[in-house]
């Protein structure tokens, strides 16, 4: 079966300071893989995908950046924290079969900037 | 850009209530997802609806996709505490590459 596993679990970090998450799936080959942040107790906002390795497309302008070293790993990071990077956030899993396109989400990072 | 709107945002009802969540887009999709998210915790999927007029049932939940595929329902009957969570649903389109688009999520709260 496949698992998703995301760490840390939880971050507080100064402003300005750098940032690296990181997200890997076991179990399946060749995944889409998604960066989402979700805002308290509401909906998800996808910030990065990535349809293979080195392939990465950015949803919105941000202060954040994602890699994709290996098959299986994705990489959130950040030169420089701003507070407005607070938040919690969520890496998904996704393999397309026919017309749907399920994903699957790992346990999150609660990221406090202070 | 796709919208879902999911509604009502928040609901509160005791134990044994029956209720319904709504998620209507203007837009068709090809498959829509139901989650549950605890606090802390990622979402854990539901259901997948892909055929229009589709109805899932998973015990006391029922799922419904819309004959046009641009809506859907979620009905939970005699709910219970466990049953509390976060609701979101996520459509998704081939236009889009398949990539989801959330709702704002329904938060119940179930009390006992």
């Known amino acids: 079966s496949q698992t998703i596993h995301q760490w840390p679990a939880t971050l507080v970090q100064p402003v300005g300071s750098p940032l690296s998450l990181e997200c890997t799936v076991e179990?399946?080959?060749?995944?889409?893989l998604y960066w989402y942040r979700q805002a308290a107790g509401r909906g998800l906002q996808l910030l990065f995908y990535?349809?293979?390795?080195?392939?990465i497309s950015s949803e919105v302008p941000q202060n954040l950046s994602a890699s994709r070293p290996q098959d299986r790993q994705f990489i959130l990071s950040s030169k420089k924290l701003l507070l407005s990077d607070s938040g919690f956030y969520l890496c998904?899993?996704?393999?397309?079969?026919?017309?749907?396109?399920?994903?699957?989400f790992g346990p999150g990072t609660r990221l406090t900037v202070l | 850009t796709q919208l879902l709107e999911q509604s009502p945002q928040f609901l509160s009802i005791q134990e044994g209530e029956n209720l319904t969540v709504y998620c209507n887009s203007s837009?068709?999709?090809?498959?829509l997802q139901w989650y549950r998210q605890e606090p802390g915790e990622g979402p854990v999927l539901l259901v997948t609806?892909?055929?229009?007029?589709e109805v899932k049932k998973l015990k006391r939940l029922t799922f419904q996709f819309g004959d046009a595929r641009k809506d859907s329902s979620l009905h939970i009957t005699a709910a219970q505490p466990g049953d509390t969570g976060l609701y979101l649903c996520?459509?998704?389109?081939?236009?889009?590459?398949?990539?989801?688009?959330f709702g704002g999520g329904t938060r119940l709260m179930v009390k006992p």
């Open positions: 179990g399946t080959s060749n995944p889409n």
């Open positions: 609806v892909v055929t229009g007029g």
């Open positions: 998904a899993w996704s393999v397309i079969l026919g017309s749907t396109d399920t994903q699957y």
């Open positions: 990535s349809v293979g390795i080195g392939q």
């Open positions: 996520a459509g998704a389109s081939r236009n889009a590459g398949n990539m989801l688009t």
């Open positions: 837009s068709v999709f090809s498959s």
